[in-house]
């Protein structure tokens, strides 16, 4: 059995890069190479770029016309007309050609009166270089084009070709050696075993690598074996600027990385107070920067962010400078620990004049967090975290523009918002839709507290079996509302394929185990007047506080074998392949206040709806009736 790898101690995320910064400083060599000019795009000057020639390169006519010399126009005017004869008093000229002594002006084509063909009369005298761009106007020789460490854009291409610059000395992009390790880990193209992990970590970071100017190097997987990664880990070293070792940097028996680097070189840090993201390695090996990253997806690409990221811009001369940082109001409360600096992904959208940021799933290895989010709310190590209400800073990368074109939706989950997120971008208006499943009830409270434009809810009023509007009443009573119809959906038991326990009720839900939704969710009230009805306690039910927060996680789960059987809707059956056993037909619709029915992107987002591209989507999708959709009742 192989030793634990116990953390030393975890360090400030600041400190750890300005230690490793440091180190890194008296031994990183920037390297330069030449390249063609007309190819630099993106790439940073070494050094400054200077002139070889002007522009122009000749005093230059700047219209079409007649170059003339200005003195001999004078006392020309609408009573006076002056008579030029061509060859002797002027020249024809088109704009860029040379315009030589004597000639010093240029009288535009459209202010002259043609008498003949050699003959020109002119109604008003000119000064001296009108309309005549002189020798040097743009660019001088010899005068500094560029500076150094300057990123270089279209506009500047064209200016060094301009001054003569064929070529350029450029900084080299750092070739990134990515080494993924893990016995488990398996290449995407192999047929996943029960165990296997598809190795995608060392894609997503060749990607940031180019993202960031780099030149990615991806190795395949090794197993956990020390000789094997060290071998690794030399090839890599022999072949790239800076190595990333991918898992193994955690305190398993056999998280081997730090190990081997201590042997091969320098360990500057091991263990960052970031969350997630903690078990980070910064070494140094044969003068190259070498730093271990753990395994789960979303600890990662912080990291990376935050110790890879860096260490380029160094070698390159490149910033990147973080992303735009706003604030919003959080809609949920935040708990943290005093001793990590955490990293929450968040949706933001515009509602009203605030920013709302909505938390999403907090899981190191909740990779599709990353998909969904449009920043980061990080809150500061020493912290115990944030109320719902507060307001907090965010870290964008979506722009604030998309954001501010966002219908903002927080409430019941159905796979319909997919389908409409997927269309708005591409309609008329290009606006997007951000959905944030939290469940109908905690939809409509944050609909009452103003962050969201629309709560997606499905909640039964047992009373009277009618849908959403008597909770709209009751939350919201003296207020303007609307119910923004759906779809009608079936609801019902997901099992597995063939049935094999047999289940054709919710009787039989006491037999088996279970997957439910969160509280507040709109078929959890349903559940549990179902429950209540056949005189069923949820306690009965093997697996009622086993939660899930949508109905395709539900489906997963069962798939999966992790439950029986749970309550949702039949699409989400269908997409998984699962049997289904309905229990009745719901409305699923759109809370929203009636003021906000006037916004451009709601309008937007009833255009969508009202589609016969969505219609197809959720038609194919199967179990809804789309009869009312987009229909509105006001309350």
Known sequence: MGKRNLYLKTIPVKEAQEQYMQALLDIVVSKTEVIPAEDSLGRMTAKAVYARCCSPLFNAAAMDGIAVTAKQTQGASQENPLTLTKGV?????????PVRPPYDAVIMAEDLLETDEEHVQILEAVSGWQHVRPIGEDIVAGEMLIPGGHKI???????????GILKVEVAKKPKIGLIPTGTEIIEPDKEPKEGDIIESNSRMF?????????????????????EKIKAAIKRALDENDIVVVNAGSSAGTEDYTVHILREMGEVLVHGVAIKPGKPVILSIVEGKPVIGLPGYPVSAYIDFENFVRPVMDLMSGERHLSGHTVKAVLSKRLVSSLKHQEYVRVKVGK??????ASPLARGAGAAMSLVR????CIIGQNCEGVEAGETVEVELYRSLDEIEHTVVSIGSHDLILDFLADLM????TGSFLSSTHVGSMAGLMALKRG?????PTHLLDEETGIYNISYLKRLFPEQEMALIKGVKRIQGIIVQKGNPKGIQGIEDLRRVTYVNRQRGAGTRVLLDYLLKTAGICPEEIDGYEKEAATHMAVAAMVKSGGADAGMGV????????????????????????????KLEEIRQFLHVLKSDEFRKKAEAAGGYDLAHTGEIVEL
């Open 425 to 428: 971008p591409l309609s008329y």
């Open 351 to 356: 509602v009203g004049d605030k920013l709302i």
């Open 153 to 163: 854009r279209p506009i500047d291409i064209g200016v060094l070709i301009s001054g």
């Open 206 to 226: 060749a990607a940031m690598t180019v993202n960031y100017g780099g030149i990615p190097r991806r190795y395949s997987p090794v197993v956990d074996d020390y």
């Open 89 to 97: 008093d002027f020249q024809i000229v088109d704009t860029g050609d």
């Open 373 to 376: 989010a449009d920043g980061f």
């Open 451 to 455: 962050e969201t434009h629309i709560a």
């Open 570 to 597: 039949y699409s989400a059956a269908h997409a998984m392949d699962l049997d289904f056993i309905p229990v009745g037909e719901e409305e699923y619709d759109f809370a929203i206040r009636k003021e906000t029915l």
